[in-house]
């Protein structure tokens, strides 16, 4: 089955910098892959996600890359702020092809210091 | 739109007994997803229903647990026997039938006693 390893387990960046998330996957069929903020006490939000035709998505502050080759997706956030801080989830799936349930990482403890 | 909801957000039980959650996915979803989040750990899937078949099981899906969505609208999640290892949070997904993205509930809590 698919195996998703995340880095890293904590990422503590200054308000205003930019912080970067990455994944590795292990199952070459893997099509979709989407990245998660999760708060204390809530469920999982869906922040953005990447297909495996496009190499690169951007929604404002947020963004995600794609490399299939080397099997490994990242989550960029520019310009971060307070309410950034969360935990980060990326996961894959194979969807369509019997495997819809997504394998998600450990997860990445986002601090932002003001 | 009023998202995914779970009932109840909170159990607590003694180990032996058995309980069930409820899950209401976002109107005209028809796919919904049950995954289980220990401590400090991302969600690990469970189970996923199109409509009222259940296409996909995990093998961590023991026969202690079943999960129903007998109309194709919500879905119920069932522990017989609980364990102590049973303590985690449940969350429900629900997506719509072409799309790619999975939406999430705010889970319920299993703390066993």
């Known amino acids: 089955g698919e195996n998703v390893e995340q880095h890293p387990s904590t990422l503590s960046v200054q308000e205003g910098d930019s912080a970067v998330i990455k994944c590795t996957y292990s199952d070459s069929a893997s099509n979709y892959f989407p990245w998660y903020k999760q708060e204390l006490g809530k469920g999982p939000q869906l922040i953005i996600d990447i297909r495996s035709n496009v190499g690169e998505k951007k929604d404002q502050r947020i963004a995600v890359t794609l490399n299939k080759t080397a099997k490994h997706f990242s989550l960029h956030i520019t310009e971060t702020q307070p309410e950034d801080s969360a935990v980060y989830f990326c996961?894959?799936?194979?969807?369509?092809?019997?495997?819809?349930?997504?394998?998600f990482g450990k997860g990445t403890h986002l601090i932002i210091q003001p | 739109d009023t998202g995914v909801s779970q009932d109840p957000r909170h159990k607590i039980t003694k180990r032996g007994q058995n309980v069930t959650f409820r899950c209401d996915p976002i109107s005209e979803h028809n796919r919904l997803y049950w995954y289980r989040q220990t401590l400090g750990q991302g969600p690990e899937f469970l189970t996923y229903?199109?409509?009222?078949?259940?296409?996909?099981k995990s093998r961590l899906l023991s026969d202690r647990f079943s999960a129903e969505r007998p109309k194709g609208s919500f879905s119920t999640l069932e522990i017989q026997r609980t364990e102590q290892g049973d303590s985690a949070m449940y969350l429900c997904?629900?997506?719509?039938?072409?799309?790619?993205?999975?939406?999430f509930g705010p889970g319920t809590r299993l703390t066993v006693t």
């Open positions: 997904a629900s997506s719509i039938g072409t799309g790619y993205e999975q939406y």
């Open positions: 229903f199109q409509n009222e078949a259940q296409l996909e």
């Open positions: 996961a894959a799936s194979r969807r369509g092809g019997g495997a819809d349930g997504l394998t």
